[in-house]
Each structure stands twice: as structure tokens, then as C-alpha cells.
């Protein structure tokens, strides 16, 4: 599961890192979060499929999900391609895949990111959908706690919650005690030396003046790649580890 893919830099870095990755380490499943994708926000219809044809099974997404408008052209008609499953009922696309051997959840969270349905309740109801415990979640929410809370709620409901959205890589992952694995968040797929991705300027500017500006994709020829690899119990659904895999790369 890899983490938010910052603009073309990202997209790069993981074209560069994952077919070596998936050969190396044995691979199954891969799930990225691409909401960031198209220039640090949102997503485009070819970047879906480039993402798909550089190896990336579930592209999940969150609060930046809709910034490119295309996106509601062509959102339903790839399954894959996630948008967080506690949204609105009517709103496009879907929250959660079934893959046929395991499912990917999409949610997002509440503390400090917006009015959604609440991500505990509809988390049930998609599990209770299911027979098997194979199921991979990402919750795209700001607080650590939040996404902790949720994690043990499910523990033993679910393989892995893995969270995303502040781009930062946590140390806390970890097997919970009923077998779910666990990260607070994956990190990100962006510039070194960046505020989480976007040129450090306008990011000073805004919070020594408490006034807006544009926040633009850093240009690096260095990337963080931050990811873990979780191994599960085919039988059990239960997780067997979950190890971060972060590295820098050179484009």
C-alpha cells in the first residue's frame, strides 16, 4: 500500500520503484493512493490508466478526490478507482471493491476534514457484506486517533487499516491484537524538502499571513517513497506482518 502520489514526481517514482518491487518481494496486491496524482490535486482519466498500466490494482483517494471535475465523466464506469465509501449514497463511484479473493475499502475521516457519514458505522455494514476477513482499508483522515480508534474497532474484522492524508510516514505500524494490521499513516510519494509535497513558499506565506495562496507540486529530481508491505494469512484473513518499505529516489 502506497502512500499519497504527489503530481508527475510521484507518478515517476512509483513507475521507477514498483515493477522492481513487485518482483523482488513477491507482490500480489497493489494499492496506491492517487488523489494528489494530477498536479497535487485530484485525478484524470489517463492518469488512472497510466497508474493501472504501471502496476497499481486499487487507486484510493479522499477529501481531493473531485478537484479535477473530469473525474465525475468517468468515476462509474472504473470500479477501481475509489472514492471514500462514507460520502453521500448518491454521490459517483464507489467506496469499496470486491476482488474476488479480497476486498479494498476506501473511507474517510471526520476530525478536522469535513461532515461525512460516519466511517465506523459504514465500515460495518460493507464488512457485514462479506464472509471473508481479507479486507484492506484505507482511512484518509488527519488525526492519529481517529485513525487508531477505528483500527481497533475492526481489529480482528479486518486484515489491515492503513491510514493516508497528512503525507507524513508514521513509525506506529504494528499487528493489533486480534490480527489487523495498522499504520497511522503511509506517508507520501512527493518532493524531499517540501512541505508535505508543494513548494515550501507559498505554504510560509500563508501561515505567517493567515491569507490563502496556491500550493504548487515541488520540482525534485529527489522523491520520498513511503509504503508498507503487509502479508496476510490466506486463510485467517488475519495479518502475518506489516513493515514499512521507504526509500528515496533518484529521477
Same mark, same amino acid.
Given at each position: ?11 515517476? #517514482?512509483?513507475?521507477?520503484?514498483? +515493477?522492481?518491487?513487485? $518482483? ?16 497535487? /490535486? ?18 484510493? +483517494? ?11 465523466? %468517468? ?14 449514497? #448518491? ?28 466511517? /465506523?458505522? *459504514?465500515?460495518?455494514?460493507?464488512? @457485514?457484506? /462479506?464472509?471473508? $476477513?481479507?479486507?484492506?482499508?484505507? %482511512? ?8 487508531? #480508534? ?27 491484537? $486480534?490480527?489487523?494490521? %495498522? ?7 512527493? @518532493? ?14 500563508? /501561515? ?21 508491505? *503487509? ?7 488475519? #495479518? ?12
Amino acid at each position: 500500500m502506497i502512500g499519497d502520489m504527489i503530481g508527475r514526481n510521484g507518478r515517476d #517514482a512509483v513507475k521507477q520503484v514498483l +515493477s522492481i518491487k513487485k $518482483k523482488s518481494l513477491g507482490i500480489d496486491l497493489v494499492i496506491a493512493n492517487g488523489e494528489n496524482s494530477a498536479g497535487g /490535486f485530484g485525478i484524470t482519466k489517463n492518469i488512472t490508466q497510466e497508474l493501472q498500466l504501471m502496476g497499481v490494482d486499487v487507486i484510493t +483517494s479522499g477529501n481531493h478526490i473531485w478537484d479535477q471535475k473530469e473525474v465525475l465523466g %468517468f468515476i462509474d464506469s472504473e470500479p477501481r478507482l475509489l472514492r471514500p465509501a462514507n460520502y453521500p449514497e #448518491a454521490t459517483p463511484g464507489n467506496g469499496w471493491v470486491d476482488l474476488g479473493d479480497i476486498v479494498v475499502i476506501n473511507l474517510i475521516g471526520r476530525l478536522f476534514v469535513g461532515e461525512f457519514d460516519c466511517p /465506523f458505522k *459504514i465500515s460495518e455494514e460493507i464488512i @457485514s457484506k /462479506f464472509s471473508t $476477513k481479507k479486507i484492506l482499508i484505507d %482511512f484518509h483522515a488527519e488525526a492519529t486517533s481517529e485513525k487508531s #480508534a477505528l483500527a481497533h474497532f475492526l481489529d480482528g474484522k479486518v486484515s489491515a487499516v492503513v491510514g493516508t492524508h497528512t503525507h507524513v510516514p508514521t513509525a506506529d505500524n504494528c499487528i493489533l491484537p $486480534k490480527g489487523t494490521a %495498522f499504520v497511522s499513516d503511509l506517508g507520501m510519494v512527493g @518532493s524531499l524538502n517540501s512541505v508535505i509535497g508543494f513548494d515550501p513558499e507559498p505554504a510560509i506565506f500563508k /501561515f505567517r499571513n493567515q491569507m490563502p495562496a496556491r500550493m504548487k507540486v515541488k520540482q525534485s529530481l529527489k522523491i520520498q517513497f513511503n509504503s508498507v508491505l *503487509i502479508d496476510i494469512d490466506d486463510i485467517t484473513g488475519r #495479518a502475518v506482518s506489516i513493515c514499512r518499505i521507504d526509500e528515496t529516489v533518484d529521477l
